[in-house]
């Protein structure tokens, strides 16, 4: 069936079986079309095609147009009805909009650090002590690559390239991503593995985890908790491993990375996730409002 087959049936399902009023019938049918001409742009003639990928560059592109989180939302909600019936109607196995997340509306910002809080943050480390080299590693990697805690202590030796500068990652659902590491990191990686991770190992059985405690064992999320509670407390500064996640997607999107690019190094299923970042940079609001605004 094509677009303006399934537009026609939909419709009809909307005006007969919901029963909806002609206004939310004609804001359904306005979405919908809004997506229909973006499928039709990738050479995509009816919905069977439609993946979650094309959802998610769908979303991407309301973002970049200027839509409000609450408009993106009504827009999803829109493309959840549509599909929704359509596979009831069609017999489709899969549902694209099915873990496809809606923008956070009403909910508290996160807050982010600065870039000089983040320095401040990793020379509060005490590297004069092999654990500190370790903890500094690990901070740097937090930062550098955005990664939630489960995902840092799961690291294998064999997930680090550091001729390409890349971790080889497995997060949420056992999907695997890459993720740049940057040269702070990987030079601070470099000296733990050097100077400590062996004195660590010693003659224990090795198991292959990048990171690990002075017995040699996997560390623990409580452990890694533990050691960023403790630099927290030494810098003055209100701080979570979920902290420097936030301060690794903020200052990306300060400087002006594209959305996507965020989102697949985060690893976020749905982009509308990815997207409250666009709206916690006061400095990025600051620098728009100095460069557009007449007296800015």
Known sequence: MEWQKEADAFRAYLQVERNLSPHTVASYLRDLNRFIIFALGRSKRSSSGITRKDINDHIAELHTDGLSPRSIARALSALRTFFKFITSEEGRKDEPTEEIEGPRIGRPLPKSLRRDQMDKIMNTVDISIPAGIRDRAILETLYSS???????????????????????????????????????????????????????????????????????????????WLMVKAVAKRSG?????????????????????????VQEMLGHASITTTQIYTFVSGERLRQVHKKYHPRG
Request: glycine share 8%; hydrophobic share 40%.
């Open 146 to 224: 955005g990664l939630r805690v489960s995902e840092v202590i799961s690291l294998k030796l064999e997930n680090v390239s550091f001729e390409e500068g890349l971790l080889r990652v497995l997060g949420k659902g056992r999907k695997e991503r890459l993720v740049p590491l940057g040269r702070f990191a990987i030079n601070w990686i470099g000296r733990y593995l050097k100077e400590v991770r062996t004195e660590f190992i010693k003659k224990k059985l090795d198991k292959g985890y990048l990171f690990v405690n002075q017995r040699g064992g996997a560390l623990s999320r409580q452990a890694v």
């Open 237 to 261: 500064l209100r701080l979570s491993p979920h902290t420097l996640r936030h301060a690794f997607a903020t200052h990306l999107v300060e400087a002006d990375v594209d959305l996507r690019s």
